[in-house]
Structure formats: C-alpha cells, structure tokens
C-alpha cells in the first residue's frame, strides 16, 4: 500500500508541475514522397503559410536550430507540407526527419517542460539524449499500408519515443520500463506519457494496444486521444 501511496503522490504532484511552457537554415531536398491514392487523407488540416511563419518565429525565439524543407505530396497523399527537420533543441533527438512545424514546436515544449523536469525530480538525473523511431513514413494508420486512412505519420505530423537515455547512465525504455519492477522508472514514463497528452493531439502508449509496447506516439491529428 505504501509503494502505490507514493507513486500516486508523484503522479499527482507531476500533473501540477509538468503542463508548463505550451500556449533556418538552408534547406535540405528529401526526395518526393510515394504517394497511396487508395488511402484517405489523414484528419490534421494543411498548415497556412501564416501558420508556419509564426512556428517559425516561436522556434527562434526559443532558441531552436531548424531547416525549412520543401513541400512535397498534395493533400490526401502522403505529403510533407509546413515541414521542417529540428536540428539542435538543446537535448540530442534520433531519427527526427520532417515534422510539421507546429508538432516540432509542442515537441521542443514536452522535452524542455515535460521529460527533462521529469526526470531530474522522479529519476535525479537529467535526460542527455531521446531516442526515437522517426517522424514521417508514408504509411496507412496501421503500419502496413492497407488501412482505409493515412497515419499522421504519412502527412509529417507525428513522432514516435522509444527511449530516454540519463547522464548516469541509464537507459529508460518504454518498452522494458512501462511495467518495470522499479517505481521510479514507471512513475517516469507516466507522468511524461501524461504531459504529453496535455500538449498533442494523440498520444498513444502500451496501454493502447500491443503495436506500441515500446512507444509513445504522439500526434496533432484531429480531436484528443490519450490512452
């Protein structure tokens, strides 16, 4: 009883704390997307150019290293339209390619607001790199390509988090920490599984069905799902 007292206590006091900080260079030419003209277009909207300059201008403000990249697909395919790659957010990130401007600058806010403060107060060691699985992938919703809708994934509006690596050392995965003995390492997974609810769209964990035991997949899709 007294191991879920105190894992309680850390999840509530973390949904207090860790909900803070939301309200370029030349480019780089990826190739053209591979279009899937029997998939349905995902449900974000295409991002007006107004849109992307004022993301542009949060990101500087921030302080963020970004590139602007090329728009390529129409709307209803795969495309990458409003698209940058984060370069330098102050935390090392793998894989990221093209995102959504807006995603990208929710991402920068859940790492700086969200994970880092996380884990110095829940682990007592700060984040040194993130690890993900990637942003853009042309693909339908299930992965496979024989959805009826595209992933948010297929428009560059979602990443995926596979892992957090500590400066002493540690390595926290979701996939071996959601249900991990240690209730340090769980409750740090929840409450940065939580935060992120609070800043995307969708965010999708173990608890959402076997295809994301060892992730969390966030999005800024159409209505909120947090599971």
Same mark, same amino acid.
């Given at each position: 009883?007294?191991?879920?007292?105190?894992?309680?206590?850390?999840?509530?006091?973390?949904?207090? @704390?860790?909900?803070?900080?939301?309200?370029?260079?030349?480019?780089?030419?990826?190739?053209?997307?591979?279009?899937?003209?029997?998939?349905?277009?995902?449900?974000?909207? @295409?991002?007006? #150019?107004?849109? $992307?300059?004022?993301?542009?201008?949060?990101?500087?403000?921030?302080?963020?290293?970004?590139?602007?990249?090329?728009?390529?697909?129409?709307?209803?395919?795969?495309?990458?339209?409003?698209?940058?790659?984060?370069?330098?957010?102050?935390?090392?990130?793998?894989?990221?390619?093209?995102?959504?401007?807006?995603?990208?600058?929710?991402?920068?806010?859940?790492?700086?607001?969200?994970?880092?403060?996380?884990?110095?107060?829940?682990?007592?060691?700060?984040?040194?790199?993130?690890?993900?699985?990637?942003?853009?992938?042309?693909?339908?919703?299930?992965?496979?390509?024989?959805?009826?809708?595209?992933?948010?994934?297929?428009?560059? #509006?979602?990443?995926?988090?596979?892992?957090?690596?500590?400066? #002493?050392? /540690?390595?926290?995965?979701?996939?071996?920490?959601?249900?991990?003995?240690?209730?340090?390492? /769980?409750?740090?997974?929840?409450?940065?599984?939580?935060?992120?609810?609070?800043?995307?769209? $969708?965010?999708?964990?173990?608890?959402?069905?076997?295809?994301?035991?060892?992730?969390?997949? @966030?999005?800024?899709?159409?209505?909120?799902?947090?599971?």
């Amino acid at each position: 009883m007294k191991r879920v007292f105190v894992l309680a206590s850390i999840l509530l006091l973390s949904a207090c @704390i860790f909900g803070g900080g939301d309200s370029g260079t030349g480019p780089r030419r990826p190739g053209a997307p591979h279009s899937k003209p029997h998939l349905k277009a995902a449900k974000s909207g @295409i991002p007006t #150019d107004a849109e $992307t300059r004022q993301c542009y201008a949060s990101l500087n403000r921030k302080r963020v290293e970004f590139r602007s990249l090329p728009d390529r697909g129409t709307p209803g395919s795969c495309s990458r339209i409003g698209t940058i790659q984060l370069l330098d957010i102050g935390t090392p990130v793998t894989n990221l390619g093209a995102m959504r401007c807006g995603l990208a600058d929710r991402f920068v806010n859940w790492v700086r607001y969200g994970i880092r403060p996380a884990a110095r107060q829940i682990l007592g060691s700060d984040v040194v790199k993130i690890e993900s699985f990637g942003t853009y992938s042309c693909r339908g919703i299930v992965g496979n390509g024989t959805a009826s809708r595209l992933s948010e994934h297929a428009v560059a #509006d979602a990443v995926d988090i596979a892992a957090f690596d500590l400066a #002493d050392g /540690r390595r926290i995965s979701v996939l071996e920490g959601w249900n991990s003995d240690n209730q340090q390492v /769980r409750a740090f997974l929840r409450v940065v599984h939580r935060s992120a609810c609070k800043r995307f769209s $969708t965010t999708l964990g173990p608890e959402y069905n076997s295809a994301h035991r060892n992730h969390f997949h @966030i999005d800024m899709g159409g209505g909120h799902f947090c599971r």
